[in-house]
């Protein structure tokens, strides 16, 4: 990868990402209006002495999977307008190569999550009073590295569809079954085998898992250190792939 080629893809893709205000809303407001719900949810919810409440145990694993869903969806339905408007081709005659190209989106897409995790974190801790044992930032950091994954799948989700109804689809295949295996409603080590060695394999359990340390522990442990890894790995590979399978133009 060239560096500076990469740093013009970030630029050009944030300058894109700035004047769409829809996306800039979707990115920015949904997720801490869904954590308004999520609150109200479980405001009225008992909570047993000496442990967290509902919403403190949701509401933390929520601020790691809504930047996955949103860049997920943002990413992919982005990266195939790139291609059917003849934008991709363009862009690949010159001395930009794929790696570039989606990396650069990554890292773009990555620093608009950082502002849309630092947002939704603010006002889970400010305004609906979520506690943490762990520092705030660094679940701010993993959402962070959560969204980047949901970019990476994004795009490379993105190559195997030929319209915006297409990309979407992708959606149940890809980001649904992550959301119900990844511990969330229940818990890992109480799924059926054959479940849990499927979650072993999903990198958004690793994420949980990784925000769940932070809410039970004051100090980084090794385990949220390993499980942090896991995501990132899973995020660069799913570049790498998206950039072997990237095509200039739909068919």
Sequence with gaps: MNARILTATTGRVLRQLRHDR???????????LLLTLVYYMYADQPTPPGQPSMFDR?????????????MFL?????????????????????????????????????????????????????????????????VIAIAVVDAVLGVALGLLCSAFARTEFQAVQFMPVVVIP?????GLFVARDEMAGWLQAVSDALPLSY?????????????????????????????????????????????
């Design 22 to 32: 829809r996306t800039v809303a979707l990115l920015v407001l949904v997720p801490a």
């Design 58 to 70: 949701v509401a933390l694993v929520m601020l790691g999977v809504f930047p996955f869903v949103i």
């Design 74 to 138: 943002v990413t992919s339905i982005a990266m195939l307008r790139e291609r059917t408007s003849g934008t991709l081709e363009r862009l690949l005659t010159t001395p930009l190569g794929r790696l570039d190209l989606l990396f650069g989106y990554g890292i773009a897409f990555g620093l608009a999550a950082a502002g849309q995790a630092a947002i939704a974190a603010g006002v889970a801790y400010r305004v609906f009073g979520l506690t943490t044992a762990g520092s705030s930032a660094l």
């Design 178 to 182: 992550q959301l119900l295996l990844c």
């Design 207 to 251: 994420a949980v898992e990784a925000l769940q340390e932070v809410g039970t522990h004051a100090e980084p442990t090794a385990t949220m250190w390993r499980d942090l890894g896991v995501v990132a790995g899973a995020a660069v590979l799913a570049l790498a792939l998206a950039a072997a399978t990237l095509r200039r133009r739909s068919g």
